[in-house]
């Protein structure tokens, strides 16, 4: 039994317009997402500049003690053995800014995931890179100045327990670090889980497309194709096939027929490889369907879209379909040549 619509039902523009808003303000949440990911990454830099700081204060208590050296010689052994601490203590120091780096590529190959999810925060991501930049350059200089620290620096008894205390306030801060990193993560899963959201919005929108398609299609499909030698007397759009004796299924976008030959045309807003094997199984429905009922007519069939890229379009015309796509205000017929004249089914 086939069932057919004759109708063109109408699109209601609004609703179309109001899902393309929707997409918008979810892909604005996301940019405000990633500008407060950028503010995160701001503050880790803070607190960089605030270790160098230290760093530079630690530098002037040294030399405060190197000139106290040169009146206790006789504490020249107990320094040694505290500068010994104090290189141990550096060294430490180092390797957690080194923890810290490694935190920060971390995060840049997250910021690089959420780029190709999100096209639209390519610039943001330069800028994060710039930002990167500088923070790389702020750690080697202060990794240069410990160096140098390392090279003069003899400290007391008095230096050692200070910088205890503030590698302690570094423990608190590497901690407060991680925290910001694991809050960046959770973020990062936020961000995924809204594009998930936006890509299925997009997918219903796409087949909204698709119907702009079959109805733009519609009214010069007839004389376009008369210029290819077909006189199609018949033309309608969304057609089902629907036999569950011998359980046959078929959808069908827009149907052209005369006496002698049936075009069967498929309508996607972008059709893809998959799109055009599932056309070709869909040929073969309508002939079994067509041979079952005694109907003998020859069927053809065409692949339209939108926005066809030169794989889809040539892997259509090796299978011997009929290619539709845009030209201008119009739109062309691609007819199969050669070894892949068109398919008859």
């Known amino acids: 039994m086939v069932t057919t619509q004759t109708a063109y039902p109408g699109t209601d523009f609004e609703q179309f317009w109001a899902g393309l808003e929707r997409t918008r303000a979810i892909v604005e949440g996301v940019t405000k997402r990633q500008e407060e990911t950028a503010e995160q990454m701001k503050d880790t830099d803070r607190l960089i500049k605030e270790v160098a700081r230290r760093q530079e204060e630690t530098d002037r208590l040294i030399k405060g003690v190197a000139r106290r050296q040169e009146k206790a010689a006789e504490r020249q052994k107990e320094t040694a053995e505290w500068q010994v601490e104090t290189d141990r203590l550096i060294k ?33 991501q330069e800028e994060t890179a710039g930002w990167q930049g500088e923070t790389d350059r702020l750690i080697k200089e202060v990794a240069r100045r410990q160096e140098e620290s390392a090279e003069r620096q003899e400290e007391t008894g008095r230096l050692i327990k200070e910088n205890a205390e503030r590698q ?12 910001q990193m694991k809050e960046t993560d959770r973020q990062m899963k936020e961000t995924d ?34 210029k290819l ?3 199609f007397t018949k033309a309608y759009p969304e057609a089902t096939i629907k036999d569950e004796k011998n359980r046959i299924l078929a959808e069908i976008d827009i149907t052209l027929e005369n006496g002698d030959k049936v075009m069967i045309v498929e309508v996607k807003s972008k059709p893809s490889i998959q799109d055009v094997r599932d056309h070709v199984k869909r040929m073969e429905k309508v002939r079994l369907h067509a041979d079952l009922h005694g109907d003998r007519r020859k069927f053809l069939g065409t692949v339209a879209g939108m926005v066809v890229k030169d794989n889809v379009r040539d892997f259509a015309l090796n299978n011997g379909f009929y290619v539709i796509e845009p030209s201008g205000d119009s739109f062309n017929i691609i007819k199969p040549e050669g070894k892949y004249h068109p398919r008859e089914w």
């Open 193 to 226: 889980r809204q594009m998930k959201e936006t890509d299925f919005k997009i997918g219903k929108l796409g087949n909204r497309f698709g119907e702009m398609v079959e109805y733009m299609l519609m009214p010069n499909l007839v004389d376009k194709f008369r």
């Open 229 to 231: 030698d077909f006189v």
């Open 168 to 179: 302690k306030e570094t423990d608190r801060q590497m901690k407060e670090t991680d925290r």
């Open 92 to 124: 430490e120091v180092a390797r957690r800014q080194e923890e810290t780096a490694e935190r920060q590529k971390e995060t840049d190959r997250q910021m690089k995931e959420t780029d190709r999810l999100i096209k639209g925060v390519a610039r943001r």
